[in-house]
């Protein structure tokens, strides 16, 4: 298998703009996650999905940001519009059918870049 | 709401020396415990996971240990090598994963 697969895998934009990450997960892994990494608050994790449906999406930041997964095998987060407060490096994983605590396999992440 | 500290922040050391990474963590209601290797500029390999009811966990030359009374894990690297040089992280998983600011690790030659 080819892991976790992310594009892109550097983004840079200007302020206002929309921004669209993209997550292919593990084919037979059902649960999906996003999360955000920047140096003043390490790893944070944004929203997670367990067969294509949101579980939990406390950590999403504020309404600029929306996360979709229309299938098994594609996932999405949406910031608009983009602030230069939203910079950091995007990771979505992936974890196996069946048990919600099961080992989590990261993809290699989506540097984003708001001027 | 579920802490996770980690120390040292950063250490160097020989190669060939067995080293001792920490990790604490404020809320024992957890479902496992893992430890990530991130290497700069890249995402995140997952090292060891080691389950509630687990005490311990050894892939090669690595081995991680978890006290879930005291709220503690440590990650042993037993004759440490160039090639470990990374940043490690603890993640604690209770209902949702929380991870460490991470241990940045540089293995002189």
């Known amino acids: 298998d080819a892991g976790v697969i992310q594009s892109p895998r550097h983004e840079v934009t200007e302020m206002g703009q929309e921004v669209t990450l993209r997550c292919k997960p593990i084919s037979g892994h059902d649960y999906l996650f996003w999360y955000r990494q920047t140096m003043m608050r390490g790893l944070e994790l944004l929203i997670y999905f367990n067969n294509n449906v949101p579980i939990d999406d406390s950590g999403m930041p504020e309404d600029r940001f929306s996360a979709k997964m229309p299938n098994a095998s594609f996932s999405t987060l949406k910031i608009q519009p983009s602030e230069p407060r939203d910079s950091a490096v995007y990771f979505c994983?992936?974890?196996?059918?069946?048990?919600?605590?099961?080992?989590?396999?990261f993809g290699p992440g989506t540097r984003l870049t708001v001027l | 709401k579920q802490e996770v500290t980690q120390i040292p922040a950063a250490l160097s050391v020989p190669e060939g020396e067995n080293l001792v990474l920490n990790c604490s963590f404020t809320d024992s209601a957890i479902y496992n415990l893992q430890w990530f290797r991130q290497d700069p500029g890249k995402g995140l390999t997952s090292l060891l996971l080691?389950?509630?009811?687990?005490r311990e966990q050894t892939s090669g030359r690595l081995n991680a240990s978890l006290d879930k009374s005291s709220g503690r894990s440590t990650l042993y690297i037993a004759a440490s090598q160039p090639g470990d040089s990374a940043t490690y992280l603890c993640?604690?998983?209770?209902?949702?994963?929380?991870f460490g600011a991470g241990t940045i690790l540089r293995v002189k030659s």
């Open positions: 080691i389950q509630s009811s687990q």
């Open positions: 994983a992936s974890s196996p059918i069946g048990d919600r605590y099961n080992e989590q396999f």
């Open positions: 993640a604690v998983d209770g209902n949702k994963l929380v």
